[in-house]
Structure formats: structure tokens, C-alpha cells
Nanobody
Framework: QVQLVESGGGLVQAGGSLRLSCAASARTFSNYRMGWFRQAPGKEREFVAA???????YYADSVRGRFTISKDNAKKTVFLQMNSLKPEDTAVYYC??????????????????WGQGTQVAVSS
């Protein structure tokens, strides 16, 4: 089993930046995708960004150009650099991992393991 722990959330003013980290407590998949999702109150969990073991990255239109996903294989960690934050970005952010071959990078069903989430709040 893979355990994921998110960190780096917090309260920030609009226009500010945060860097989220997602660390695996066990070895990750050899051929994997890791994704970031977020969930605001009263809304379904939505895709934010994903990165494959090949390095290919994917972004939701709402964050493209502002967020950057990256990874450090040696540290078994995936990052989400969030710049130019907007109040609409307020949500609990979750990282997830699943096999790269299965389904869509954008779909929650493609991911097998999930972290507990980290809160991001952006004030206006």
C-alpha cells in the first residue's frame, strides 16, 4: 500500500503563492501518474494537475499558467507550486497516485491512493 501525506497548505492573500508537497511513505509505482485534486465546500472533487513518470504534465484550464507540478523521484515527492492565487482556489487539496496506463489523468477513478488533504485558503 502507498501512503501519501500532503503539506504546505495555509492561508494566503490573493496574488500570493504556496508550494504544496506530497510525500510517499512507501515506494511509489514504477509507471505511475500522480495528481492533485481539490474540493471546495459543496462541490465535487475536481482535477487540478497531474504528472506521469515520463514527466508529462497536465493542468486544468483554471490553473494553467499559474500552477506548476513537479516531482523529485529520489525523495518520492510531488510538488504543486501555486502562484497568483485567487479566492476561487480555496479548497482542500489532495494528492493521489495511480497506474499511468489506466484511464484518464483527469479522472478520480484513475487513482488508487489518496492523501488526507491540505487546506488552502485564499483571501481577497
Amino acid at each position: 500500500q502507498v501512503q501519501l501525506v500532503e503539506s504546505g497548505g495555509g492561508l494566503v492573500q490573493a496574488g500570493g503563492s504556496l508550494r504544496l508537497s506530497c510525500a510517499a511513505s512507501a515506494r511509489t509505482f514504477s509507471n505511475y501518474r500522480m495528481g492533485w485534486f481539490r474540493q471546495a465546500p459543496g462541490k465535487e472533487r475536481e482535477f487540478v494537475a497531474a504528472i506521469r513518470w515520463t514527466g508529462s504534465a497536465y493542468y486544468a484550464d483554471s490553473v494553467r499558467g499559474r500552477f506548476t507540478i513537479s516531482k523529485d523521484n529520489a525523495k518520492k515527492t510531488v510538488f504543486l507550486q501555486m502562484n497568483s492565487l485567487k479566492p476561487e482556489d480555496t479548497a482542500v487539496y489532495y494528492c493521489a497516485v495511480g497506474p499511468a496506463y489506466r484511464g484518464s489523468d483527469y479522472d478520480r477513478s484513475a487513482y488508487d491512493y489518496w492523501g488526507q488533504g491540505t487546506q488552502v485558503a485564499v483571501s481577497s
